[in-house]
């Protein structure tokens, strides 16, 4: 903001100095802009007609490719260099969730799959062009990812359009070529209104050349083409908006780091008398919940159900996930503990001892939820649904961990959160859980430590499950067992030869597809 005085006619005074507020700089684009939006129309159609609909298969890893080089090139012609580690760790951790497509299935993992690549890929822009609000990731990764999916792209959604006017603003060669290349579109346009009158006169030779023709654009612009293509429009529009607007610095500081702090400042209000009642009293009652039912509590380490608990899954599904809610609710309780308190962390050493006491329980907690969802799977299997609990509250613990030693040193605590649950979630990814489920079952039911073998989880593996199912056919005796995969077997062939030519397919259906032989139809029990 700026003041300006304005001088008006002689004999008048001048009017007040007036606070003017500067529009925000106008997008001028350049010729890097206008072939990075040619660019941006064919990732487009690349996201629609391999992403969008289906998230499966190589297309998924061609597209993700493809889109970082893209990405990554017009921003170095842009002259925005990729210098910071954060930029590296983002683009890495896109490819290895884009590259886990063209392994692995991951049924299962479909959807945390899908926003996981998205939200990485979206991110990854800001890290490279140095947009986030502090710079780095940090604590305010709320306003990161507010800018990221829905400002910069919005704010930005003409500049696709509007970069075109590089093309008169470019060399003389250029300018000389703009010419030639309107005068061929205006004959295109001659031709379809000469051609049929002239098919109509002579339909010999000249009619047989036009329908080769004919046949070729019908080959090239079909209706599929079109499909793809409307849905192609919005896409590039959202991914040209977020890469150039970052470029151009054009909407990326509408939330600024001082107004991120003001408002942080602004929100603790709360004397620390009130905060440490309110940790105190919350601790407390978990020290009287854990001492009150100690045998009860812990005897799931050793692997015993307490008397009173006939059915072990009684036992072991009672209260887990309500543990795992408790350790979510707790790290909502300590972040608003630390962020309305008016003593920061390092100014109070009780609110420091309150962190560490409830990160400690809250830790105790997730420890006993694991030790019952681990005698639950010992006891009926691995599933998905058992598996992904468990892979949260280890990241949970993680974070807990990293808050008892966020009280002696400074660090991001977020950004530590966002790190460790990225890298554990492309691990995820990478080792197909879903074959590591259906192994895990098939092992223990054929060792006989197992008693039943669960169809379902098949059908919800996808194509993992299909060696696992094969080798079961082969050795088991029960016959109502072998109709139940012989079904499943079928099945799978259906999907096989949908995607062994399409851009759905993987290297695991791929390899699917030598256990697919139908075998022989089980006789009826």
């Not at 008048?12 to 941006?40: G, T, W």
Request: glycine fraction near 8%; proline fraction near 4%; charged fraction near 15%.
């Amino acid at each position: 903001m700026e003041t300006i005085t304005i001088d008006t006619p002689a004999g008048s005074q001048a009017l007040q100095a007036m606070p003017v507020i500067k529009a925000e700089n106008a997008f001028k684009p350049d010729m890097h802009d206008f072939s990075f939006a040619l660019a941006a129309f064919a990732l487009g159609y690349l996201f629609s007609r391999w992403v969008l609909f289906t998230w499966q298969g190589w297309g998924v890893t061609a597209f993700t490719t493809v889109y970082l080089l893209s990405v990554t090139a017009y921003l170095i012609k842009k002259g925005v260099f990729i210098k910071n580690c954060a930029a590296w760790f983002w683009m890495a951790v896109t490819l290895a969730a884009g590259f886990s497509y063209a392994l692995w299935e991951n049924a299962s993992l479909a959807f945390i799959r899908a926003s996981f690549l998205f939200c990485a890929a979206v991110y990854f822009v800001l890290a490279a062009s140095g947009r986030t609000v502090m710079g780095a990731t940090s604590n305010y990764l709320l306003a990161d990812g507010l800018n990221a999916t829905i400002i910069i792209p919005f704010r930005n959604i003409i500049n696709q359009y509007v970069s075109f006017s590089a093309l008169r603003k470019g060399e003389s060669k250029r300018k000389k070529a703009l010419p030639v290349i309107l005068g061929i579109f205006l004959a295109v346009l001659c031709f379809l209104g000469i051609i049929p009158l002239l098919m109509r006169a002579d339909s010999g030779g000249f009619g047989i050349i036009m329908g080769f023709f004919n046949d070729i654009l019908r080959r090239i612009i079909s209706a599929e083409l079109i499909f793809y293509g409307l849905f192609a429009l919005p896409a590039a529009a959202y991914l040209y908006g977020l890469v150039s607007g970052a470029a151009h610095r054009k909407g990326t500081d509408i939330i600024k780091p001082e107004e991120v702090k003001k408002a942080a400042a602004g929100a603790r209000v709360l004397q620390p008398a009130t905060v440490f009642i309110v940790l105190g009293a919350v601790c407390g009652l978990y020290l009287i919940f854990i001492l009150s039912q100690t045998p009860y509590f812990f005897s799931a380490f050793t692997g015993r159900r307490p008397e009173g608990w006939l059915v072990y899954a009684q036992y072991a599904r009672q209260g887990f996930f309500e543990l795992c809610g408790i350790a979510a609710v707790n790290l909502v309780i300590i972040t608003a503990s630390n962020v309305t308190c008016r003593k920061s962390r390092a100014e109070s050493r009780p609110l420091k001892a309150f962190n560490i006491s409830l990160a400690v329980i809250t830790l105790v907690l997730i420890a006993t939820a694991f030790s019952k969802m681990a005698m639950y799977i010992g006891v009926y299997g691995l599933t998905m649904p058992r598996l992904l609990p468990c892979v949260f509250m280890v990241i949970t613990a993680a974070v807990f961990v990293a808050l008892i030693a966020l009280q002696k040193w400074s660090f991001s605590i977020v950004r530590f959160a966002l790190i460790t649950g990225s890298v554990m979630l492309c691990v995820l990814f990478l080792s197909n859980p879903d074959a590591l489920v259906v192994r895990y079952n098939t092992d223990r039911y054929l060792a006989g430590t197992l008693q039943d073998y669960d169809i379902e989880i098949l059908y919800r593996s996808g194509s993992a499950g299909v060696r696992p199912a094969a080798e079961v056919y082969e050795k088991t005796d029960d016959e109502i067992l072998k109709v139940s995969i012989f079904r499943y077997l079928q099945y799978q062939n259906g999907r096989y030869y949908g995607q062994s030519y399409a851009h759905r397919g993987s290297f695991e259906t791929q390899r699917a597809g030598q256990w697919l032989p139908s075998p022989q139809a089980p006789s009826s029990p």
